[in-house]
């Protein structure tokens, strides 16, 4: 019981939250808030990360197979992003719920799922993602595999802490044993994606890493017990995808119909073309007074006190689209087991027209076709008009933004393709490319001799094979220089450093010539005594050659020291000596000071022999033409 008020208080609050829409919104209080947002591109030949990061956007992650990123991001970032022309638009991250439930499971009978096991189908074989709250552990549930796609999430763990994901995992695979309940195809192989909290709500980036992983994990159907009533161009830009890959997408019609069932109220996804919408009906097959009703609704399924496995290895009766979703899930297994080379389009179109008509006759807004009836081996299947299943298109070969060829540096390689929908896959090694090949996400940089190769695929069908080699020679990094071009006032020992050979081999000359491996060899330093041109070359192992380091070392010579024909000394005021200077440099001027101030250029110019009469700190530098200065000498007469 006390797990049952628990539930109750759960459906109340989750009710309320369908009420008013399905969503939730954060406030935003100011330019400064950051909010959580997916960011389309126009193509996938771009820099997600930077471009985002351009805006003062956080990146926070990307997928594999739909051309989007989520990222953290104030109001004015999203301005300024909106206005890239890389991107296709920018949304809110929006908040979605599982479809609410409330507290036998008839539904097997009532779509006739015993008379398919009879017939040996089971779903054997069928790869099944629930996209939910996680599923298990239960005793009558085998969980193949799984992964926990929540962004921010501790754990990678895609265990169940809300129980929604594990009921609808029982309604599809249910085991059956020692009593339990039995689901409609129990041989499906079914995959746990936890995108779902334990409060049963998720992000719509979070929904999107869920329908990527089905996609790249090679899901043959998806099951989505949830829903929005806001419409996400993200969100369908995924299904879309994943549909054009040749998944079945089915999800949730909506819980938010009304007794007289009347209105428009079906939630996306199962909104989109591309999902197959459930409704649900009672045991007498009547709509639930709370199913969703509208143009998109195309099929029902029990979905009125469905019992199911439950945490705690326990079971619950529960009731909401959320229920009638996998059912058709499961009848779609038994379907791909039954006919495993037919199209999702062609399994689709068996679905629709193997129903049992409620409602007014044909395709109605309560019970779309009708009521789901399980398979049995040997029936005829569907053929379908070439106008309603359009033929599997073969995705045009890509293109590359540049031929084969010999190149001198290293290259940027932009793929491309003129099929809406489909996806590039490549290789560098020359072997020829699969679906399971990496996928082409951004421009490829070309720095060595590579055969590349590519193809485009989409709903399984492969383009022809685009096939380029280009080829680079081996690149040696210039060698640089431990002291850079300029004038220096002596001698220099320079070193030289390189990042290719280990340990360097290089050649040099300093008459400014170009080096060969016939000069000058590089021992560890080169000494400078004299004006010059250094040029340097590095050579590999395999004699292949860098470019060519040029620096230009001008080394200044300063002027010899003038010398003073009158040495210090001591002398009479009764006298006067004359003192004169010479210098061993020739093209010298002289300048000069007595007052003890040490001369520049600017001091008093020497012209001839000096006269000294009274006490004075003599002082002198010689100057070269080229501005050079020597050495100070100076004298001290002193007079008494």
């Given at each position: 019981?006390?797990?049952?008020?628990?539930?109750?208080?759960?459906?109340?609050?989750?009710?309320?939250?369908?009420?008013?829409?399905?969503?939730?919104?954060?406030?935003?209080?100011?330019?400064?808030?950051?909010?959580?947002?997916?960011?389309?591109?126009?193509?996938?030949?771009?820099?997600?990360?930077?471009?985002?990061?351009?805006?003062?956007?956080?990146?926070?992650?990307?997928?594999?197979?739909?051309?989007?990123?989520?990222?953290?991001?104030?109001?004015?970032?999203?301005?300024?992003?909106?206005?890239?022309?890389?991107?296709?638009?920018?949304?809110?991250?929006?908040?979605?719920?599982?479809?609410?439930?409330?507290?036998?499971?008839?539904?097997?009978?009532?779509?006739?799922?015993?008379?398919?096991?009879?017939?040996?189908?089971?779903?054997?074989?069928?790869?099944?993602?629930?996209?939910?709250?996680?599923?298990?552990?239960?005793?009558?549930?085998?969980?193949?595999?799984?992964?926990?796609?929540?962004?921010?999430?501790?754990?990678?763990?895609?265990?169940?802490?809300?129980?929604?994901?594990?009921?609808?995992?029982?309604?599809?695979?249910?085991?059956?044993?020692?009593?339990?309940?039995?689901?409609?195809?129990?041989?499906?192989?079914?995959?746990?994606?936890?995108?779902?909290?334990?409060?049963?709500?998720?992000?719509?980036?979070?929904?999107?890493?869920?329908?990527?992983?089905?996609?790249?994990?090679?899901?043959?159907?998806?099951?989505?017990?949830?829903?929005?009533?806001?419409?996400?161009?993200?969100?369908?830009?995924?299904?879309?995808?994943?549909?054009?890959?040749?998944?079945?997408?089915?999800?949730?019609?909506?819980?938010?119909?009304?007794?007289?069932?009347?209105?428009?109220?079906?939630?996306?996804?199962?909104?989109?073309?591309?999902?197959?919408?459930?409704?649900?009906?009672?045991?007498?097959?009547?709509?639930?007074?709370?199913?969703?009703?509208?143009?998109?609704?195309?099929?029902?399924?029990?979905?009125?006190?469905?019992?199911?496995?439950?945490?705690?290895?326990?079971?619950?009766?529960?009731?909401?689209?959320?229920?009638?979703?996998?059912?058709?899930?499961?009848?779609?297994?038994?379907?791909?087991?039954?006919?495993?080379?037919?199209?999702?389009?062609?399994?689709?179109?068996?679905?629709?027209?193997?129903?049992?008509?409620?409602?007014?006759?044909?395709?109605?807004?309560?019970?779309?076709?009708?009521?789901?009836?399980?398979?049995?081996?040997?029936?005829?299947?569907?053929?379908?008009?070439?106008?309603?299943?359009?033929?599997?298109?073969?995705?045009?070969?890509?293109?590359?933004?540049?031929?084969?060829?010999?190149?001198?540096?290293?290259?940027?390689?932009?793929?491309?393709?003129?099929?809406?929908?489909?996806?590039?896959?490549?290789?560098?090694?020359?072997?020829?490319?699969?679906?399971?090949?990496?996928?082409?996400?951004?421009?490829?940089?070309?720095?060595?001799?590579?055969?590349?190769?590519?193809?485009?695929?989409?709903?399984?069908?492969?383009?022809?094979?685009?096939?380029?080699?280009?080829?680079?020679?081996?690149?040696?990094?210039?060698?640089?220089?431990?002291?850079?071009?300029?004038?220096?006032?002596?001698?220099?020992?320079?070193?030289?450093?390189?990042?290719?050979?280990?340990?360097?081999?290089?050649?040099?000359?300093?008459?400014?010539?170009?080096?060969?491996?016939k000069r000058l060899p590089y021992n560890g330093y080169i000494n400078i005594a004299s004006t010059c041109t250094l040029k340097v070359i590095a050579v590999d192992a395999k004699g292949n050659i860098s470019g060519v380091l040029s620096v230009q070392y001008t080394i200044v010579k300063k002027p010899n020291a003038p010398v003073i024909s009158k040495g210090n000394g001591i002398y009479s005021k009764l006298q006067s000596l004359i003192a004169t200077v010479s210098d061993t440099t020739s093209?010298?001027?002289?300048?000069?000071?007595?007052?003890?101030?040490?001369?520049?250029?600017?001091?008093?110019?020497?012209?001839?022999?000096?006269?000294?009469?009274?006490?004075?700190?003599f002082q002198v530098i010689a100057i070269d033409l080229a501005g050079n200065s020597s050495s100070v000498t100076h004298a001290y007469y002193l007079f008494f």
């Amino acid at each position: 019981m006390k797990f049952k008020k628990f539930f109750n208080i759960f459906f109340a609050s989750l009710a309320v939250t369908l009420a008013c829409g399905g969503t939730v919104f954060a406030s935003t209080t100011s330019q400064s808030t950051t909010k959580q947002y997916i960011i389309k591109f126009k193509t996938s030949n771009v820099n997600r990360n930077q471009i985002i990061s351009k805006h003062s956007g956080h990146f926070k992650k990307q997928y594999k197979h739909i051309n989007a990123a989520v990222a953290d991001m104030t109001a004015q970032s999203v301005a300024s992003l909106k206005k890239d022309s890389n991107v296709a638009y920018v949304e809110p991250d929006n908040i979605v719920k599982a479809s609410a439930t409330t507290l036998t499971n008839w539904g097997v009978a009532d779509i006739k799922a015993p008379n398919s096991w009879q017939s040996g189908l089971t779903g054997k074989g069928v790869n099944i993602a629930i996209i939910d709250t996680g599923a298990g552990p239960h005793s009558d549930l085998l969980i193949a595999g799984g992964t926990n796609v929540i962004n921010g999430s501790s754990t990678t763990s895609y265990a169940d802490d809300n129980g929604h994901g594990t009921h609808v995992a029982g309604i599809i695979a249910a085991k059956g044993l020692n009593g339990g309940v039995e689901g409609v195809a129990p041989e499906a192989s079914i995959y746990a994606v936890k995108a779902l909290n334990s409060s049963g709500s998720g992000y719509t980036s979070d929904i999107i890493s869920g329908i990527d992983w089905a996609i790249n994990n090679k899901m043959n159907i998806v099951s989505m017990s949830l829903g929005s009533n806001q419409s996400d161009a993200s969100l369908q830009s995924a299904v879309d995808t994943a549909y054009n890959y040749g998944l079945l997408i089915v999800a949730a019609a909506g819980n938010d119909g009304n007794t007289s069932g009347t209105g428009t109220n079906t939630e996306f996804p199962a909104n989109y073309s591309s999902v197959i919408a459930v409704g649900a009906v009672d045991s007498n097959n009547n709509r639930a007074y709370f199913s969703s009703t509208g143009s998109k609704v195309e099929v029902a399924a029990p979905g009125v006190n469905v019992e199911s496995t439950y945490l705690n290895n326990s079971y619950e009766s529960m009731s909401g689209t959320s229920m009638a979703t996998p059912f058709v899930a499961g009848d779609l297994a038994l379907l791909k087991q039954e006919y495993p080379n037919d199209t999702n389009i062609q399994l689709r179109q068996l679905l629709d027209t193997s129903v049992k008509d409620l409602g007014i006759t044909g395709r109605d807004s309560l019970y779309g076709f009708g009521l789901i009836q399980s398979p049995t081996t040997g029936i005829t299947p569907v053929v379908v008009p070439p106008a309603v299943i359009p033929p599997v298109a073969i995705p045009a070969t890509p293109t590359s933004s540049l031929v084969s060829g010999v190149y001198t540096s290293s290259q940027t390689v932009v793929l491309n393709d003129t099929t809406t929908g489909a996806v590039i896959h490549y290789t560098l090694n020359g072997v020829t490319p699969t679906s399971s090949s990496p996928i082409y996400s951004a421009p490829i940089t070309i720095n060595a001799s590579i055969t590349l190769k590519a193809i485009a695929v989409m709903n399984n069908t492969s383009s022809g094979v685009l096939s380029l080699s280009y080829s680079l020679p081996v690149v040696i990094p210039t060698p640089s220089a431990s002291i850079s071009s300029g004038s220096y006032n002596g001698p220099l020992t320079i070193r030289l450093y390189d990042q290719y050979t280990k340990p360097l081999k290089a050649f040099y000359t300093l008459d400014g010539t170009t080096p060969t491996t016939k000069r000058l060899p590089y021992n560890g330093y080169i000494n400078i005594a004299s004006t010059c041109t250094l040029k340097v070359i590095a050579v590999d192992a395999k004699g292949n050659i860098s470019g060519v380091l040029s620096v230009q070392y001008t080394i200044v010579k300063k002027p010899n020291a003038p010398v003073i024909s009158k040495g210090n000394g001591i002398y009479s005021k009764l006298q006067s000596l004359i003192a004169t200077v010479s210098d061993t440099t020739s093209g010298v001027s002289f300048y000069y000071t007595t007052n003890g101030i040490i001369p520049t250029a600017k001091s008093t110019l020497y012209t001839g022999p000096i006269t000294i009469k009274t006490s004075t700190f003599f002082q002198v530098i010689a100057i070269d033409l080229a501005g050079n200065s020597s050495s100070v000498t100076h004298a001290y007469y002193l007079f008494f």
